[in-house]
T-cell receptor, first 113, second 115 residues
Framework: EPEVTQTPSHQVTQMGQEVILRCVPI?????FYWYRQILGQKVEFLVS????????KSEIFDDQFSVERPDGSNFTLKIRSTKLEDSAMYFC???????????FGNGTRLTVT | AQSVTQPDIHITVSEGASLELRCNYS??????LFWYVQSPGQGLQLLLK??????LVQGIKGFEAEFKRSQSSFNLRKPSVHWSDAAEYFC?????????????FGTGTRLKVLA
């Protein structure tokens, strides 16, 4: 069964550094999402992306965050200047069409020191 | 606005006992409802979904959930819990808001299974 893949599985970075989290959604999917889960807390919506543009973003997704689909297969989340509170598990997800279940990747654990 | 409430943060049951995890939602139209399970250090795996039709839906691993519109609930059940069911369970509601399709997750219920 096709799956969403995320790399790296774990990223450690220093405060103020830029990080790029990478995702390869399922190939025929059209809607892409990033979610964040701070350790032991809820899964929080960050951003949705459709037709090569952001369709919605949460208040968490401020100017330090950006997303890109550079080549038709990868879907990236960039954090320009990381803060300690950005430490979390970041999940990429995709769906083929509206109202179908999200398919999640296994996540990238980001640790900001 | 969409919202999902899982009132139980932690639940402990004995292996072999029955299980019910509660989920209440708020959504203006007919919701699309999901239950996901997350094992430690893993991603979220879909257990089951409700779109329409029969209000009792069957999922993987022996789980089922019942949609009750009058109570705005979508509780997850399993008749006999196995030790491997210990995990965190998330209820989610999906729907279109202002032209965007969006999923909102509850805060999760952590299930502990006693041998």
């Amino acid at each position: 069964e096709p799956e969403v893949t995320q790399t790296p599985s774990h990223q450690v970075t220093q405060m103020g550094q830029e990080v790029i989290l990478r995702c390869v959604p399922i190939s025929n999917h059209l809607y892409f999402y990033w979610y964040r889960q701070i350790l032991g807390q809820k899964v929080e919506f960050l951003v949705s992306f459709y037709n090569n543009e952001i369709s919605e973003k949460s208040e968490i997704f401020d100017d330090q965050f950006s997303v890109e689909r550079p080549d038709g297969s990868n879907f990236t989340l960039k954090i320009r200047s990381t803060k300690l509170e950005d430490s979390a598990m970041y999940f990429c997800a995709s769906i083929q069409e509206a109202n179908s279940p999200l398919h999640f990747g296994n996540g990238t654990r980001l640790t900001v020191t | 606005a969409q919202s999902v409430t899982q009132p139980d943060i932690h639940i402990t049951v004995s292996e072999g006992a029955s299980l019910e995890l509660r989920c209440n939602y708020s959504y203006g139209a007919t919701p699309y409802l999901f239950w996901y399970v997350q094992s430690p250090g893993q991603g979220l795996q879909l257990l089951l979904k409700y779109f329409s039709g029969d209000t009792l839906v069957q999922g993987i691993k022996g789980f089922e959930a019942e949609f009750k519109r009058s109570q705005s609930s979508f509780n997850l059940r399993k008749p006999s819990v196995h030790w491997s069911d210990a995990a965190e369970y998330f209820c989610a509601v999906g729907g279109t808001t202002s032209g965007t399709y969006k999923y909102i997750f509850g805060t999760g219920t952590r299930l502990k299974v006693l041998a």
